[in-house]
């Protein structure tokens, strides 16, 4: 048996605080294992070394993880502000200050580079991916005295059975931290992504065959949080919840069955769901989906090969308002090839979206092994030696990307549900925070529905 403090570095908060749920996971294969585990978030203890420091000498640890959620933004407009290494990097020194223990790595920043994190923390090991077997494998390895331990594990190379996935192993306190920030819990309840879109490190950090949860595991987990924590809310965390084999709607299916009553919201792509689908979903506790949308018209769908075009989005938004669900579309301008034409057409594209919220991207975030960095080291933009490290940006050198963020603002104007830069919902939704409002919040900017209109009713959140 080992003693593991598992830290989570992540400081973010926005759009809202998210629990850590890579770290809680890793610990519940820990302890599955028989180790002693620890859980310290710096987040919940206001980002400060020297609680830090304490919670390293309370525990003593034989090994300590960290868990590293978000290099940035990925907004191009606020990326260098948030950019979290730093942080991480403070954080691994004061660890190492105050014990000899060696210092593991894992999470999904750092398995999207996972040598140039290694080295710009300092740090002893990684666990690339899933961190399950890894974490266990290195925490056993030294624990063994083994010698000589792999510097960098990779998880995906023996990816876990959908059905060895493990339940979280939730911190009361840190749940209390999070639902009283947030009112949500988060979970997973499956694994990969199959799509193929070119700026998107999803398929590279989960695998591409989808890994399902049992459903009935999943009801389990709901009705525990439910019964422990009396969370009310939650985000489904998978790369896109609704699948082509229809999993998602036999969770639906099992949750409306067990009377969970939890209510959920999750990433969506915007094509291949009816409106039978969507009133199954709802049912069940859906009440506000994020819509992996992207372009905003045919020929940047294709671009990033999103499978879909804009005529599925409409279609989408037609069933989402004919439903009430709300929703919000992420979308990204700057693609390659994208033009002052083709951005103008997007802009009118998305004026035709009724029901949901817009928050667009200036320029996409390369990452490694995407689509977009081949095509940066193409046109020179990034060298191919270049980590990633720090931010580096895509936008189309066909349209200067001045010109791109006015015509953006100006087309947005004042309207409540269109947001850009995206970072400007966050101050919106801090103040309905100050007012006391929990949950996503973007669901409460929908715009009334209009005299005539069917009314949408309350997402209360
Ligand atoms: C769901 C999700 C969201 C949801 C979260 C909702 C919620 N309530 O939880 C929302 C929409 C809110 C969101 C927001 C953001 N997100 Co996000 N999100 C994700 C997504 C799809 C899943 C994350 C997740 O929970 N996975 C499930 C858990 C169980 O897996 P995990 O954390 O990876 O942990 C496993 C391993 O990493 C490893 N591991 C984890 N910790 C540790 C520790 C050790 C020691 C070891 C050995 C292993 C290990 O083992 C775990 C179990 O196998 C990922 C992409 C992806 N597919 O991974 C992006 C991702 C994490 N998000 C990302 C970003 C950028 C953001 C935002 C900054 C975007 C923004 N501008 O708002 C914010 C930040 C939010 C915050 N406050 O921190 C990036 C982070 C990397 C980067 N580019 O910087 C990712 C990777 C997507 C991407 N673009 O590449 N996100």
């Given at each position: 048996m080992s003693r593991v403090l598992l830290v989570s570095a992540n400081t973010m908060t926005g759009p809202y605080p998210v629990y850590p749920l890579g770290m809680a996971t890793v610990a519940a294969a820990l302890v599955r294992q028989g180790h002693e585990v620890r859980q310290f978030d710096v987040l919940t203890e206001a980002c400060s070394v020297p609680q830090l420091?304490?919670?390293?000498?309370?525990?003593?640890?034989?090994?300590?993880?960290?868990?590293?959620?978000n290099l940035d933004s990925a907004?191009?407009?606020?990326?260098?502000?948030?950019?979290?290494?730093d942080s991480a990097r403070a954080f691994v020194t004061a660890l190492r200050d105050?014990?000899?223990?060696?210092?593991?790595?894992?999470?999904?920043?750092?398995?999207?580079?996972?040598?140039?994190?290694?080295?710009y923390l300092q740090a002893d090991f990684g666990v690339v991916g899933e961190g399950e077997r890894g974490v266990c494998e290195l925490v056993?390895?030294?624990?063994?005295?083994?010698?000589?331990?792999?510097?960098i594990i990779d998880g995906r190379a023996t990816p876990l059975a959908g059905s060895d996935i493990e339940a979280p192993l939730l911190d009361s306190a840190l749940v209390r931290f999070y639902?009283?920030?947030?009112?949500?819990?988060?979970?997973?309840?499956?694994?990969?992504?199959?799509?193929?879109?070119?700026?998107?490190?999803?398929?590279?950090?989960?695998?591409?065959?989808?890994?399902?949860?049992d459903p009935a595991g999943v009801v389990d987990d709901l009705r525990r949080m439910q019964r422990d924590h009396a969370a009310e809310s939650v985000f489904f965390t998978d790369s896109v919840f609704n699948d082509r084999n229809g999993h998602h709607l036999e969770l639906a299916e099992a949750m409306l069955h067990a009377g969970i009553g939890i209510r959920w919201s999750a990433f969506f792509r915007p094509q291949g769901i009816s409106r039978q689908d969507l009133a199954l979903l709802k049912r069940s506790g859906l009440y506000a989906m994020?819509?992996?949308?992207?372009?905003?018209?045919?020929?940047t769908l294709a671009?990033?090969?999103?499978?879909?075009?804009?005529?599925?989005?409409?279609?989408?938004?037609?069933?989402?308002?004919?439903?009430?669900?709300?929703?919000?579309?992420?979308?990204?301008?700057?693609?390659?090839?994208?033009?002052?034409?083709?951005?103008?057409?997007?802009l009118v594209n998305l004026a035709q979206l009724k029901h949901g919220i817009v928050f667009a991207f200036s320029g996409i975030r390369v990452l490694p092994g995407t689509g977009i960095h081949a095509q940066a080291i193409h046109e020179g933009v990034v060298a191919a030696a270049d980590s990633l490290l720090r931010p580096v940006y895509y936008s189309s050198p066909a349209l200067d990307p001045e010109?791109?963020?006015?015509?953006?603002?100006?087309?947005?104007?004042?309207?409540?549900?269109?947001?850009?830069?995206?970072?400007?919902?966050?101050?919106?939704?801090?103040v309905l925070h100050r007012f006391g409002y929990r949950g996503l919040l973007w669901d409460r900017l929908i715009p009334a529905p209009h005299p005539g209109r069917p009314s949408r009713g309350r997402h209360d959140t």
């Open positions: 420091r304490q919670a390293v000498r309370e525990h003593a640890p034989d090994v300590i993880g960290v868990s590293l959620r907004d191009s407009l606020s990326a260098e502000a948030t950019w979290s290494m105050a014990s000899s223990a060696p210092v593991v790595l894992g999470g999904p920043a750092f398995s999207l580079m996972p040598e140039a994190i290694l080295d056993e390895g030294l624990s063994r005295g083994r010698q000589p331990l792999p510097r639902l009283d920030q947030s009112g949500m819990l988060n979970l997973q309840t499956k694994r990969g992504c199959p799509w193929d879109c070119t700026y998107c490190s999803y398929p590279g950090l989960e695998g591409r065959g989808y890994r399902v949860r994020e819509v992996g949308t992207d372009g905003a018209t045919d020929a671009t990033a090969h999103k499978g879909f075009s804009f005529a599925d989005v409409l279609e989408f938004d037609r069933a989402c308002a004919a439903e009430q669900v709300a929703c919000a579309h992420f979308v990204i301008f700057g693609w390659p090839g994208e033009t002052e034409a083709s951005l103008r057409q997007g010109l791109m963020n006015a015509t953006i603002v100006k087309a947005f104007g004042d309207r409540r549900d269109r947001f850009f830069p995206p970072s400007r919902a966050n101050e919106r939704l801090a």
